[in-house]
C-alpha cells in the first residue's frame, strides 16, 4: 500500500489508489487517532525525510509552560508520567496504521527509527506541501501556458491553511509561514500566467479577493490594477490604485514602491508597450525564437543535436529533474550522433557537455561507461591534423571526467599500491592541448577534468588547491561564472583539509554569491553541507547533528545519487567518531549506508559486540576508491584495525593515511570529518611500535 500525505490544510493520510497526487486516486482516509498520533506525523513531515531525535518530539508534543495545568484553548496537555514510553505507543499505533500488512518485527520502512530518533521515509511525491513546492519550482521554468496549468492544479491541493489544526504550536508556526507565503506567490505567479495568455478578465477576478485578503502584498495590487487595464477598465485601474495607497500608509505606515507608481504612470500615459507586451519578456523571446528555430532548422538536421546538447548543459545545472532528464538525453543524443557516422559532430556532441563537476563519485556509472567508450571510438575515428586538435582535447577531458574514482589501488585493505590510468593521462592530454591552443573554455574543462584524476594518494589537496585556484583566476579573466564556481568549490574543500575555516568561509560566500546571481541551485547543497562541517569541527554535537539534518534535506531530490546515497549516516557516524559517542544507535538503524557499507560495517559490528564477524568484515574489506572520501574511508579501517588488533591492516592504513598529516582525516570532501590526521597516526604508530 502507498501512502499519501496531507498537510495543507488539516493534517491526513490516505492509501492511494494511483499514481497521481489528485483527489481522484486518493483511497480511504487512514484513521490517524488522536491529535497527539498527528501531531507526531506532522512534526515528522516538517522534518522533511531527517530524523527528529526522541527528546526534541518529547518536547515539542508536551512544551513545559508556567502555569500549564492543561487547561482552556491553547494549552497543551500536562505531560504523561512516561513521555518517552507514551511516544514510542504514538509511533506504534502510526506505524500500525500505515504499514497494516508490515509482518512482525519487520522493521519499518515507513516510519523509521533511526540514530537518536525517528524519521518519516515519505516518498518526495506523496505529501501534498513537498509536491506543491515542487510545483511552484517548476513553474518557473515554464511557459505561460504550462505555468497556468501546473498552479492550477497545484493550488487546488490546498484544503485549508496548512498544518490547521496546529496553528498554535511553536513546532508549526515557521513552515505554516514558509507554506502560505509560497501559497500566495503561486496565485500570484497564476495571475501572470493568466495575464501573458491574455486572459486578463480571469486573472482580475482571481486577484481581486486576492488583494482585499493581504493588503500588504503590493504585486498583489500591481497585478490586479494591470489586469484591470487590460480588461478596458482604466478607471477601476487607477481606483485599486488609489486603494493601494491608502491601505499602505494607514495599515502599514509605509508609501508604496516603485513599481506602482511606475505602474500608475504608465496607466497615464496609456503606455501600451509598457502595460500589454504580449506574451511578455523571456516567455515570448523562447516561444518566438524556439517556433523560429523550429520552422527554420529541418527535421533530422545535425544542427539540432549540437543544439540539443547546449540545452542539456544548462538544463543539467538546475538540479533534480532538469539534472536526470540531462544525463539520460545526453547519452540518447551521443547514440544517435554515432548512429549519423561523422565522427567531427560526434566529437562535437560529447565534448560539447562540460558540465562542471566537483563530487568523485558517479552518479550512473553505467551511463558513464557509455560515454567514455564512445569518446574512445570517436578519438580513434577522427582524423589526425591540428584542425581536430580541440576536439581530440574535448573527448580527452570527457573521459578523464567520466572515469572519476576509478580504482587505482590494491585488492583490499592489506594489498598493494596501485598506479594512474587511463582518466589521469586523458586529462594531463587535454590540459596540455588547451595550454597550447590558448583556449580558456577549454583549459577550465580539462582542469576540471585534472581535479577529478588528482586522488592517487592521500594528501593531495594541496594540488587540488592550484587547480582551484586557477580555475578560479582564469573564470574571473573570461567570465566562465560556472567554472568560477567549480573552482571556489576546490578551494573550499582544500581549506577544509588543512582546517583552515576562514578561507572556507570566504570561498563559500563566493560561491553562494556567484550561485544567487547565475541561478546555481546545486551550489547550495556543498555550502550547505560545508556548514554542517565546520560545526562539527567547531560547534556542539547537537548543532552538528542538526545541521547534517538540514543539509541531508537539501540534497534529497537533487539529482545526485552518487552524493546523495549512504552520506547522511555516514557524516552522523564520523561525527560520533570525532566527539566520542556510542556507534550503537547507528548500528541498531535500518540505514542504507550506500557505497560507504565496507568500511563502517566492521565498526558497527564492534557496536554491537561482535567481534569475529568484524574481523572477518575487517579482512574482506576493499581498498578504499580513489576519491574524495579517500581518507575518511582509511580512517574508518585504522579506527576499526586498532580496536580489532589487527596490524596488517594497521600497517596498511598508516601508510596510506600518512601523506596526509597535517590535515582533517576526510575534511578534504567539504562534507565530513574525522578529525586530525595526526591522532590517528600516532595511534596507529603506538600499536605497531613504529616512530
Not at 223 to 233: C, D, E, H, K, V
Not at 569 to 584: E, K, Y
Request: proline share 7%.
Amino acid at each position: 500500500m502507498r501512502v499519501a500525505f496531507g498537510v495543507l490544510g488539516p493534517v491526513a493520510a490516505w492509501a492511494e489508489s494511483g499514481d497521481g497526487p489528485d483527489e481522484a486516486v486518493r483511497g480511504a482516509a487512514l484513521a490517524l487517532r488522536g491529535p497527539r498520533h498527528r501531531a507526531v506525523l506532522a512534526r515528522l513531515v516538517i522534518a522533511r525525510r531527517r530524523v527528529v531525535p526522541v527528546a526534541r518530539l518529547v518536547e515539542d508534543l508536551w512544551p513545559e509552560r508556567p502555569g500549564n495545568d492543561g487547561a482552556g484553548p491553547g494549552h497543551s496537555p500536562a505531560p504523561p508520567a512516561d513521555p518517552v514510553g507514551t511516544l514510542r505507543t504514538f509511533v506504534a499505533a502510526l506505524r500500525r496504521t500505515l504499514e497494516p500488512d508490515r509482518p512482525p518485527r519487520a522493521p519499518a520502512r515507513l516510519l523509521v527509527t533511526e540514530g537518536p530518533g525517528y524519521a518519516l521515509r515519505a516518498a518526495p511525491d506523496t505529501v501534498d506541501a513537498w509536491r506543491f513546492e515542487q510545483a511552484v519550482t517548476e513553474a518557473a521554468g515554464l511557459l505561460p501556458k504550462d505555468v497556468l496549468a501546473l498552479l492550477q492544479r497545484a493550488l487546488g491541493w490546498w484544503r485549508g491553511p496548512a498544518y490547521a489544526e496546529f496553528a498554535d504550536q511553536p513546532w508549526a508556526r515557521t513552515e505554516r509561514s514558509r507554506l502560505a507565503e509560497l501559497r500566495l506567490h503561486a496565485v500570484e505567479r497564476r495571475a501572470e500566467a493568466r495575464l501573458s495568455l491574455g486572459l486578463a478578465a480571469e486573472a482580475a477576478a482571481d486577484l481581486d479577493a486576492h488583494a482585499a485578503e493581504h493588503p500588504w502584498r503590493e504585486d498583489a495590487w500591481r497585478l490586479l490594477a494591470l489586469a484591470l487595464y487590460r480588461s478596458g477598465r482604466q478607471g477601476d485601474a487607477l481606483a485599486v490604485l488609489r486603494r493601494a495607497r491608502a491601505l499602505l500608509v494607514e495599515q502599514l505606515g509605509v508609501d508604496p514602491g516603485p513599481g506602482l507608481h511606475a505602474l500608475e504612470a504608465d496607466i497615464l500615459r496609456q503606455d501600451d508597450d509598457r502595460l500589454d507586451p504580449g506574451a511578455g519578456g523571456a516567455e515570448r523571446v523562447w516561444a518566438e525564437a524556439t517556433a523560429a528555430y523550429d520552422r527554420t532548422v529541418p527535421t533530422g538536421a545535425r544542427a539540432r543535436l549540437e543544439s540539443t546538447v547546449t540545452l542539456l548543459r544548462g538544463l543539467a545545472v538546475t538540479g533534480g529533474d532538469g539534472l536526470r532528464s540531462a544525463r539520460r538525453h545526453r547519452l540518447a543524443a551521443v547514440s544517435a550522433a554515432e548512429e549519423l557516422g561523422d565522427p567531427h559532430l560526434c566529437a562535437r556532441v560529447i565534448g560539447a557537455y562540460d558540465v562542471p563537476a566537483v563530487w568523485t563519485r558517479l552518479d550512473d556509472p553505467a551511463q558513464a561507461a557509455q560515454v567514455v567508450a564512445a569518446a574512445e571510438r570517436t578519438l580513434t575515428a577522427l582524423p589526425p591534423g591540428p584542425a581536430e586538435e580541440a576536439l581530440r582535447a574535448r573527448l580527452l577531458a570527457t573521459i578523464a571526467l567520466e572515469t572519476r574514482g576509478a580504482d587505482v589501488g590494491g585488492a583490499n585493505v592489506g594489498g598493494g599500491r596501485g598506479g594512474g590510468g587511463r582518466g589521469a593521462q586523458a586529462a594531463r592530454l587535454a590540459q596540455e592541448a588547451a595550454r597550447r591552443l590558448d583556449d580558456p573554455v577549454l583549459l577550465a574543462f580539462a582542469l576540471n577534468a585534472t581535479f577529478m584524476q588528482t586522488f592517487q594518494r592521500a594528501g593531495l589537496a594541496p594540488e587540488r588547491d592550484a587547480i582551484g585556484a586557477e580555475l578560479v583566476e582564469l573564470s574571473a579573466r573570461h567570465g566562465l561564472f560556472t567554472s568560477e564556481v567549480l573552482g571556489r568549490l576546490i578551494r573550499l574543500q582544500a581549506a577544509c583539509a588543512r582546517g583552515d575555516f576562514g578561507a572556507a568561509d570566504e570561498h563559500a560566500a563566493a560561491a553562494d554569491r556567484l550561485a544567487e546571481r547565475h541561478e546555481l541551485p546545486l551550489v547550495g547543497v556543498f555550502t550547505r553541507w560545508y556548514g554542517a562541517l565546520r560545526l562539527a569541527e567547531t560547534g556542539t554535537f547537537e548543532a552538528a547533528e542538526a545541521a547534517y539534518g538540514d543539509a541531508a534535506a537539501e540534497l534529497t531530490g537533487a539529482g545526485m545519487p552518487g552524493l546523495e546515497r549512504g552520506l547522511l549516516p555516514l557524516a552522523l557516524l564520523c561525527l560520533r567518531l570525532r566527539h566520542g559517542r556510542d556507534l550503537l544507535v547507528l548500528a541498531r538503524t535500518d540505514a542504507d549506508w550506500g557505497p560507504y557499507a565496507p568500511w563502517v560495517r566492521p565498526l558497527l559490528l564492534l557496536a554491537e559486540d561482535r567481534r569475529p564477524e568484524a574481523a572477518a568484515a575487517l579482512r574482506g574489506a576493499p581498498a578504499p576508491p580513489h576519491d574524495l572520501l579517500y581518507e575518511a574511508m582509511w580512517t574508518l579501517t585504522a579506527r576499526a584495525a586498532l580496536a580489532l588488533d589487527s596490524p596488517p591492516a594497521a600497517r596498511r592504513a598508516h601508510a596510506e593515511l600518512l601523506p596526509a598529516a597535517g590535515e582533517l582525516a576526510g575534511a578534504a570532501s567539504g562534507l565530513l570529518s574525522l578529525g586530525p590526521v595526526d591522532s590517528h597516526l600516532r595511534d596507529l604508530a603506538a600499536a605497531l611500535r613504529t616512530p
